[in-house]
């Protein structure tokens, strides 16, 4: 998918805000982009750098076919230098590499970008050696850093930039990400009905825990739906177990949460016995937030769905 279609879908505000300001000749010097992964941070940097250098600009847009657009995108362009983490920090050395690259063409006024992935990850003395970059800027250039932690860049950095906000993706776009990576639609389903977040997403997916709660939620679900006794047992037996952790108890929860919604979603049975059992979970997730015990809440939200009518 090209940025521009990317972006328009998944951040139309951040790309319209931009794009304006571009277009305009109203950029900023430093940009901190913050937000999840996968929210197009770094879709948006390398739009605003193919912007900036496409010789055949097409409606306003990059034309992503000419000598500048591929350089750009293959991370080749001598004027746009992308700085990653090597290993787990971006360390001084970096940042003085790339003054050092600024300041040979500094008097030409070129323009100039850069782009710092992961702008958290700079230790303390590269983040200080930027931030003397960022108060005497040699030449004409443009800083985009990015960031998913921006309670870990020194507030003297973010003060110097214009801080834009990606947003959360849209559940159906984190679901579609998700699959991309490899998961399956109705685990990523799952997950994005337990988070918004794309890392955190992936987190719960990686935790071994959360594999063996899936099924385990599922059988629970299975019993429940016959009304079967075993479902009162089973959270003893089964559930508690998995439920050591407060967070545990609300994932279990929103688990069985979610498989009701898809069974209401298919099913072509009265709403109405759907409605009720909704409302017990909605109800059971309050006394959990309300400190009543997991085990109380859980066997109460058992005998209620196996017994009333
Ligand atoms: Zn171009």
Same mark, same amino acid.
């Given at each position: 998918m090209e940025e521009r279609d990317f972006l328009a879908e998944y951040q139309p505000l951040v790309f319209s805000q931009l794009k304006k300001s571009v277009k305009h000749g109203r950029l900023a010097h430093a940009y901190l982009f913050e937000g999840d992964q996968g929210t197009g941070? $770094?879709?948006?940097? /390398?739009?605003?750098?193919?912007?900036? @250098?496409?010789?055949?600009?097409?409606? #306003? =847009?990059?034309?992503?076919?000419?000598?500048?657009?591929?350089?750009? %995108?293959?991370? %080749?362009?001598?004027d746009v230098q992308i700085i990653q983490p090597e290993g787990q920090t971006i360390k001084v050395d970096q940042i003085r590499?790339?003054?050092? %690259?600024?300041?040979?063409?500094? @008097? !030409?006024? /070129?323009?100039?970008?850069?782009?710092?992935? #992961?702008?958290?990850?700079?230790?303390?003395?590269?983040a200080n050696s930027l931030l003397k970059f960022l %108060? !005497?800027?040699?030449?004409?250039?443009?800083?985009?850093l990015e960031t998913d932690a921006l309670g870990r860049i020194l507030p003297t950095i973010q003060s110097r930039c214009q801080i834009i906000h990606f947003l959360p993706l849209a559940p159906e776009h984190l679901i579609e990400k998700l699959v991309k990576d490899g998961i399956g639609k109705e685990s990523a389903q799952l997950l994005a009905s337990l988070t918004n977040g794309y890392q955190k997403a992936v987190e719960i997916y990686q935790n071994e825990w959360f594999n063996g709660a899936k099924d385990t939620v599922m059988q629970w679900f299975t019993y429940l739906e016959k009304r079967d006794p075993q479902a009162f047992i089973y959270v003893q037996k089964r559930i508690l177990p998995l439920a050591k952790e407060k967070e545990q108890q609300r994932l279990l929860l929103q688990m069985l949460?979610? *498989? *009701? /919604?898809?069974?209401? #979603? /298919?099913?072509? !049975?009265? $709403?109405? =016995?759907?409605t009720r059992i909704l409302e017990l979970l909605l109800q059971a997730e309050q006394k959990l937030t309300a400190n009543v015990s997991f085990q109380n809440v859980a066997e109460q939200l058992a005998l209620r769905i196996i017994y009333q009518k």
């Amino acid at each position: 998918m090209e940025e521009r279609d990317f972006l328009a879908e998944y951040q139309p505000l951040v790309f319209s805000q931009l794009k304006k300001s571009v277009k305009h000749g109203r950029l900023a010097h430093a940009y901190l982009f913050e937000g999840d992964q996968g929210t197009g941070k $770094a879709a948006m940097s /390398r739009w605003l750098a193919k912007r900036l @250098f496409c010789t055949d600009l097409q409606d #306003d =847009e990059p034309c992503n076919r000419c000598n500048n657009c591929r350089r750009i %995108e293959q991370g %080749e362009h001598p004027d746009v230098q992308i700085i990653q983490p090597e290993g787990q920090t971006i360390k001084v050395d970096q940042i003085r590499q790339l003054q050092a %690259e600024f300041s040979k063409s500094g @008097f !030409e006024s /070129r323009q100039q970008v850069f782009i710092i992935q #992961d702008a958290d990850k700079m230790n303390a003395s590269a983040a200080n050696s930027l931030l003397k970059f960022l %108060e !005497e800027p040699p030449g004409s250039f443009l800083a985009l850093l990015e960031t998913d932690a921006l309670g870990r860049i020194l507030p003297t950095i973010q003060s110097r930039c214009q801080i834009i906000h990606f947003l959360p993706l849209a559940p159906e776009h984190l679901i579609e990400k998700l699959v991309k990576d490899g998961i399956g639609k109705e685990s990523a389903q799952l997950l994005a009905s337990l988070t918004n977040g794309y890392q955190k997403a992936v987190e719960i997916y990686q935790n071994e825990w959360f594999n063996g709660a899936k099924d385990t939620v599922m059988q629970w679900f299975t019993y429940l739906e016959k009304r079967d006794p075993q479902a009162f047992i089973y959270v003893q037996k089964r559930i508690l177990p998995l439920a050591k952790e407060k967070e545990q108890q609300r994932l279990l929860l929103q688990m069985l949460l979610f *498989y *009701y /919604r898809i069974k209401r #979603d /298919r099913s072509t !049975e009265s $709403a109405t =016995e759907s409605t009720r059992i909704l409302e017990l979970l909605l109800q059971a997730e309050q006394k959990l937030t309300a400190n009543v015990s997991f085990q109380n809440v859980a066997e109460q939200l058992a005998l209620r769905i196996i017994y009333q009518k």
